[in-house]
């Protein structure tokens, strides 16, 4: 994620950075009409899923030839970019993109992705959670396909919190949290959660969120020195001269401190149970969840973190073959559970909230249906602006979140500064 972002402030990018079931796309025109090749560019395993979902979509469009090239996703953004910048020249015919970069690339090229739209794709809004639609829809277009989401929870060590005797059915504010993590401290020198906090504000980000705002308000207003972004920064505060916060290092820390005990819980999005389950197999059954605590008792509990969507270069030389593998791609059960399957890519599509996968329990997660518990706070994650200045005010905001907890500066007085930098970023 870090890379990205620098990315994007090397190049001088302006970025941000009920249905049928298995619908399988339903495109109007006739799928005997739709051929030719077409060339699918992604990362990771969003790239690995694309190619795996290529033969069931080859049942119903058999006359599409689908390519997909795999890139890391600094380097697939730079690639982007100049293509973007040439009008066309290297472009792919349908790109995957994080939500939060939308609104950067379309204000600097609105001409340069396909209003999806107008080729019939509003049909399938109720499919997905308003939050996300609200992502993808940007002046009044619908430039993206939804994807993947990241409701986000707290996931906890079972076993620290027993042996430090906290429940986490208690934790239901942050005042809360911050006594458990106090006690956790005391009882078993576990530290409670990571933060880097000079490099990532994602805590912040999260608290925001439950309280309906990102950096910016509903009418594209800075957020900074609102009494919601006081509260969150305070209450991080709080939990650094408590010392419960671990300062890790990047993604590398987080996940260092989840394999090695280091913490006793990891606010994050549902993917992070793919990455928990995968580098700590022998803590099955230790790992559990609870949703965000919120500010004040009954307050919201909800948040996402991450996710992301498909858009189509409006340079394509076959729209309609690249919209039907965007609709197909995004409107399939089946392919959408595949992703979730095998690579932990929690879907966007709501019908397959109810298959059996999303609903078992889990024996790693205490034997708990974690997916489900997800799955039931989709539709009640609030809907925030995420503007193309938003790559900007999250550097501005770690930076500041740096300044309050390592240099000690004044709350308001940080918040205030960084409202000031980011107006000053704006006008370059």
């Known amino acids: 994620m870090k890379r990205m972002l620098m990315l ?33 560019w992604g990362w990771d395993v969003a790239a690995a899923t694309f190619k795996e979902s290529v033969e069931k979509f080859n049942e119903k469009y058999p006359d599409v030839k689908v390519t997909v090239e795999e890139f890391g996703s600094g380097d697939l953004y730079e690639k982007l970019t100049v293509g973007l910048v040439s009008r066309g020249s290297g472009l792919p015919d349908v790109v995957l993109m994080e939500d939060e970069r939308i609104p950067g690339y379309v204000s600097q090229f609105p001409e340069g992705f396909l209003d999806l739209s107008e080729m019939g794709y ?24 939804p994807w993947d989401i990241g409701p986000a929870g707290m996931f906890y060590r079972v076993d620290i919190f027993e042996e430090a005797g906290v429940s986490a059915d208690d934790i239901e504010t942050w005042d809360d949290f911050l006594e458990a993590g106090i006690q956790v401290k005391e009882k078993t020198g576990t530290k409670m959660l990571p933060i880097d906090i000079s490099n990532y504000d994602g805590v912040f980000q999260m608290m925001m969120q439950q309280q309906g705002l990102s950096y910016f308000d509903e009418d594209g207003e800075f957020a900074f020195e609102t009494d919601e972004a006081k509260r969150s920064m305070e209450m991080i505060k709080k939990f650094h001269e408590n010392d419960i916060i671990l300062n890790n290092s990047g993604w590398d820390g987080i996940v260092t401190a989840t394999v090695n005990g280091d913490v006793a819980t990891v606010p994050y999005g549902v993917w992070y149970t793919g990455t928990i389950m995968d580098q700590a197999p022998d803590l099955e059954g230790k790992w559990d969840m609870f949703y965000l605590p919120a500010f004040e008792e009954g307050g919201n509990r909800y948040a996402n973190v991450g996710g992301s969507s498909l858009l189509i270069p409006s340079y394509t030389d076959n729209k309609n073959a690249a919209y039907a593998f965007t609709e197909f791609f995004t409107t399939d059960d089946d392919t959408q559970l595949l992703g979730f399957e095998k690579y932990g890519l929690f879907p966007s599509l709501k019908s397959t909230y109810d298959s059996e996968i999303l609903t078992q329990e889990s024996a790693y997660f205490n034997n708990k249906p974690v997916f489900k518990n997800f799955a039931d706070i989709v539709d009640d994650v609030p809907q925030i602006n995420l503007t193309k200045d938003y790559a900007k005010a999250s550097k501005i905001m770690s930076n500041t979140q740096a300044a309050i907890l390592l240099e000690d500066k004044p709350v308001d007085q940080a918040l205030s500064d960084a409202k000031k930098q980011l107006e000053n970023e704006m006008k370059k």
């Open 8 to 40: 994007v402030f090397i190049l001088g990018i302006v970025l941000a950075g009920c249905s049928n079931k298995s619908s399988g796309g339903g495109a109007d025109l006739d799928s005997d009409e739709i051929a030719g090749e077409i060339t699918v």
């Open 122 to 145: 509003d049909k399938h809004d109720d499919l997905f959670n308003d939050a996300k639609i609200q992502n993808v829809v940007q002046d009044g277009k619908m430039v993206a396909a």
